[in-house]
């Protein structure tokens, strides 16, 4: 094999690191793959940190000890992050998204990888700090910015299914109050899916009153799981007093205006205080 | 600014570039972005087609036309993603997968975002050339699979529903045998949720006789949507006889060892004849 040039050394690096977000890759995997010496591949990593954090790209970062190395963590800055979600919220506010019930139509947007991967990675650089050993998400419409949380943060994901009957093997079922109409439903989680000691972030959709999620914190109680925090894409303002505390969303759902049949959705309040605290710092 | 150099350029370059699998970006994009003549960027550009092709780490396109620009494409060569696949066969084949019904436990390793990408990016390196424009899935252990082909291919993923009374607006429902038990149920798709003309990619988890993959291809006609194909992560070799043509799987489930409790599962027959091929050439 030709020797290889540092340009091209640090491309390859580059996308090896971006396409496994938190693995931590020894620097010995690169030696030996790009046949280069350890001081020289430190030196390659300090100029790959100093170029994503003058471009806002994410985060190099070295993780010290016996299973060190290094790993890629993808970030928004709080600038960035409010103006994706501006930007969301502007989307989801065209006419014609309201349905009947007053709920707004998001299935588009969660379908579409590239917004739900930003949003995830909103998701992410906030929850970071938590350690979460899982994302557990209610089935269906959840599963996606899960799953793209759950990527970014570099942990799998779990799914708590509404059908005690599916085939994963014993499972605990909780009963919860439903959302819509106020029934009683089922929940149910296979046995394996957590571990007693781990700690969950809940990742949804969509919260209006809190008790799908308030069925999930209870969920994991039952495992002895810790949850680290809540998170959802879109949140109603109204209750303004959910049955959990602490939730945070990307978006907030004021109502929706009889006169033009559009929602009246905007940013949360965090993400503007952030974005303001960073651009004054 | 300070100058940049050609090694952090390429660095920030590839970052951008596999972040956003299968966007085009216009070479005047990146000008303004790093303060560089077009004619360094191409030659900016060549280099990374060069490091990615050198390395298997996917395909740079460079597109002409009025839209034109560069893409990255994630791709898995044939003896890469034969690896990948053998390596998961044998993850699902370790003892205590079995569960009653000879079902076999994959919850785990769909909820694995790294594992979950690298058999989506599988999928698409197969299909980019079908050119769909959506991904098609049942929900609901079939979502992470297929939003991450949907992520590699650049297009939207969109789920079927088996509850006709969500809120999405106006659906369309189908009635379909269930594989297990031979029940007549229900489907639902959102009308909003793909247009006239477009073209489907059929991804799932799972496959026996191909009664719900029947059932979305069906769908698809009633939308007037041309299904350019159907992938599975694993299909029973029973029946042989599926209820659609020319489906493609990742893992062949051939029965359970009575005696040990284990899947005998393996990587389906034209990945290993791709990965032959490769090799010979």
């Given at each position: 094999m030709d020797r290889i040039r540092r340009n091209e050394r640090l491309a390859a690096m580059t996308r090896i690191l971006v396409e496994s977000p938190n693995k931590i890759f020894t620097l010995g995997t690169f030696c030996e793959m790009f046949g280069a010496a350890k001081s020289t591949l430190s030196e390659d990593i300090d100029i790959l940190r100093g170029v994503f954090a003058q471009f806002h790209l994410g985060q190099l970062d070295t993780v010290t000890g016996a299973a060190g190395g290094v790993r890629y963590r993808p970030i928004l800055s709080p600038e960035d992050a409010y103006a994706a979600v501006k930007d969301l919220a502007k989307t989801l506010a065209a006419?014609?998204?309201?349905?009947?019930?007053?709920?707004?139509?998001?299935a588009d947007i969660l379908a579409q990888p590239e917004i739900v991967s930003r949003m995830g990675t909103i998701i992410a650089s906030h929850f970071?700090?938590?350690?979460?050993?899982v994302v557990l998400t209610m089935e269906t419409k959840g599963i996606p910015i899960a799953m793209m949380t759950a990527r970014a943060l570099g942990v799998p994901m779990v799914i708590v299914r509404r059908?005690?009957?599916?085939?994963?093997?014993p499972a605990v079922n909780i009963n919860y109050l439903s959302g819509s109409g106020g029934r009683v439903e089922t929940m149910s989680l296979s046995r394996r899916a957590v571990k007693e000691g781990q700690r969950a972030l809940i990742v949804d959709d969509f919260m209006r009153a809190g008790n799908t999620a308030r069925g999930m914190v209870d969920m994991m109680r039952e495992f002895s799981v810790t949850v680290v925090g809540v998170c959802v894409l879109a949140a109603t303002s109204?209750?303004?007093?959910?049955?959990?505390?602490g939730v945070k969303s990307l978006l907030v759902i004021d109502g929706t205006d009889e006169t033009t049949g559009t929602a009246l959705i905007r940013p949360a309040g965090w993400l503007a205080q952030a974005a303001e605290k960073a651009k004054n710092a």
């Open positions: 006419p014609g998204r309201v349905l009947p019930g007053g709920f707004v139509y998001m970071y700090r938590t350690e979460p050993d059908d005690s009957k599916v085939y994963e093997g109204e209750p303004t007093k959910k049955r959990i505390d």
